[in-house]
């Protein structure tokens, strides 16, 4: 009985506990909400003039107008929709105009969002914006980048545009827990045991060029494994909404382990190479990005990109070229559904050998895009046909046909796995229905 009057006592005393928890952790929460990292620019940045012209190469680096320019909208003015697993997010106005751009920043404001993700009003930023990137960006080229967006580019009066997220996803204080969790604020660190060179380009992947924002892979809470290069998952291959950024570490099957730094730097200034071409979202990287970057900077970014190790070799595919499949269907004895359809639609540019045809017809034979873990960019490229960027560097973009309106989803899975796992490639097959979930 005696038992039974405790147990009558203690639900209040659990329920008090509990409401000072809670208040607790509200207050926590509150502080966290509220509060304002110093924005850590150094004092001597006070006596530098900033460089304007140098602030536009910066924003070219940075792909700053891509998002941030609507289709057939002004430069700048932002409400370009960004697919994100939550729902569309649209980007913001940061032409300086006074009441719905950038106009009244300061330029510390500017620097709490870029490397931090908090709006001059406290709110915080989605990491559709790529602060997680642009936090190794140096005083310097944000002192010149302010200046450049504040005195170069017009102000355009366009308020922003509501996001997609449904309530109570659309709510911004949960995102100040996130980047306390999984946001890394540090800046670059320059490695004296490297050159010039490849710090450079280090601290333009890692920064800028934000290239871990897609080719990262992500956890379940869509926070980037690796930040910064402190592991072989960084770079080791991302997940987009239709595509699938490619492992851009050493492995030989779906990494850039047979790439010269020469292939690398030729295929961000010319969007192809002698093997490869992109397509998907990597189009846009070209088109307005790094098509325009210097040679040194390009180089640069070639010379990091192939000092990095492999990633771990499970999940990833392998590649060891043969001749049997050429041999095969040379002599007729290729007989499979994928096998069949190769024949009659792919191998007229693609060559019988998947070797392609230089600068015209990429090779298929160990090419990344096909060999990569997620298989979506090979069966978009297939769905929905592809064109290479027209740049200096190449002028005549490259077009390959849509065949989504030709086969069902059964045939293109088995194309997928025929192309996934002849000449060498050694990917897992592609199943019906991911095409299906990749046909709109
Ligand atoms: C991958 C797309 C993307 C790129 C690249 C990008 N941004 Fe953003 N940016 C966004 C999105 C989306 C938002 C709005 C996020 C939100 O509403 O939470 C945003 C918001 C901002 C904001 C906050 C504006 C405000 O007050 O609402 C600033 C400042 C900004 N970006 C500057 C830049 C600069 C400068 C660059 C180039 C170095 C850049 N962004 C590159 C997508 C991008
Ligand atoms: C907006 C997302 C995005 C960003 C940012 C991005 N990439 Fe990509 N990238 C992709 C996708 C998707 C693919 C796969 C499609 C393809 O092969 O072109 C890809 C493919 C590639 C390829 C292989 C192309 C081929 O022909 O097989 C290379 C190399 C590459 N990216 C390098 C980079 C570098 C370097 C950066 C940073 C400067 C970068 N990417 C930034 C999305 C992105
Ligand atoms: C008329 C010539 C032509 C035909 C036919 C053709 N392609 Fe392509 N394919 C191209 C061109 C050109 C590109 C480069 C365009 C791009 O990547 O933006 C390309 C790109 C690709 C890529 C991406 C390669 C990379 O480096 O990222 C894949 C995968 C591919 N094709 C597979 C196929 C398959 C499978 C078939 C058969 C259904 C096929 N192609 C039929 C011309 C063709």
Same mark, same amino acid.
């Given at each position: 009985m005696s038992a039974t009057g405790g147990r009558q006592r203690k639900p209040w005393a659990i329920i008090a506990l509990a409401l000072a928890a809670l208040a607790a952790l509200v207050a926590a929460l509150a502080a966290l909400v509220a509060h304002r990292p110093d924005p850590g620019i150094s004092p001597t940045l006070a006596q530098r003039q900033p460089d304007v012209e140098r602030g536009g190469y910066i924003a070219v680096l940075g792909d700053c107008a891509f998002c941030h320019t609507a289709t057939g909208g002004a430069a700048f003015a932002g409400g370009l929709p960004l697919a994100t697993p939550l729902g569309a997010i649209y980007s913001s106005n940061?032409? @300086?105009?006074?009441d719905t751009g950038i *106009?009244?920043?300061?330029f510390p404001d500017f620097v709490l969002a870029m490397r931090? $993700?908090?709006? @001059?009003?406290g709110a915080r930023l989605y990491p559709a914006m790529p602060y997680t990137a642009y936090a190794r960006v140096s005083d310097e080229d944000l002192q010149d980048l302010f200046a450049y967006l504040q005195s170069a580019v017009a102000p355009v009066h366009a308020a922003a545009h509501a996001n997609d997220i449904p309530w109570p996803l659309n709510m911004r204080w949960p995102l100040a827990i996130w980047i306390s969790a999984f946001h890394d604020d540090t800046r670059f660190v320059v490695d004296p045991a490297r050159d010039a060179q490849w710090n450079r380009g280090a601290y333009l992947v890692q920064g800028l060029a934000h290239c871990g924002t897609c080719h990262t892979p992500r956890g379940?809470?869509?926070?980037?494994?690796? #930040?910064? $290069?402190?592991?072989?998952?960084? #770079?080791?291959g991302g997940r987009l909404v239709g595509g699938s950024p490619i492992n851009l570490r050493a492995n030989d099957g779906d990494g850039l382990g047979r790439w010269s730094a020469a292939d690398v730097a030729e295929l961000l200034k010319a969007g192809r190479n002698a093997a490869s071409a992109v397509n998907g979202d990597m189009v846009d990287v070209v088109r307005h990005s790094t098509q325009y970057m210097s040679e040194q900077d390009v180089n640069a970014i070639a010379t990091y990109l192939k000092s990095l190790s492999p990633a771990p070799a499970s999940g990833h595919a392998s590649f060891g070229a043969t001749d049997a499949t050429l041999r095969a269907m040379l002599a007729g004895n290729e007989r499979s559904a994928g096998g069949r359809i190769y024949m009659d639609s792919c191998a007229a540019c693609h060559r019988l050998s998947g $070797? *392609?045809?230089? #600068?015209?017809f990429p090779r298929l034979a160990g090419n990344p895009t096909v060999l990569s873990s997620d298989p979506s960019s090979l069966i978009t490229v297939i769905l929905n046909g592809s064109r290479t960027p027209s740049t200096a560097a190449a002028p005549s973009g490259l077009a390959m046909p849509d065949f989504g309106w030709r086969y069902d989803d059964a045939d293109i899975a088995a194309l997928a796995t025929f192309v996934r796992s002849n000449w060498g490639n050694g990917a897992a097959p592609v199943a019906a229905a991911q095409v299906a979930r990749l046909r709109r």
């Open positions: 940061v032409t @300086p105009d006074r *106009g009244r920043y300061s931090f $993700g908090i709006r @001059p009003d379940l809470l869509f926070e980037e494994k690796d #930040l910064a $290069g402190h592991s072989n998952l960084y #770079l080791s $070797g *392609g045809e230089s #600068l015209a």
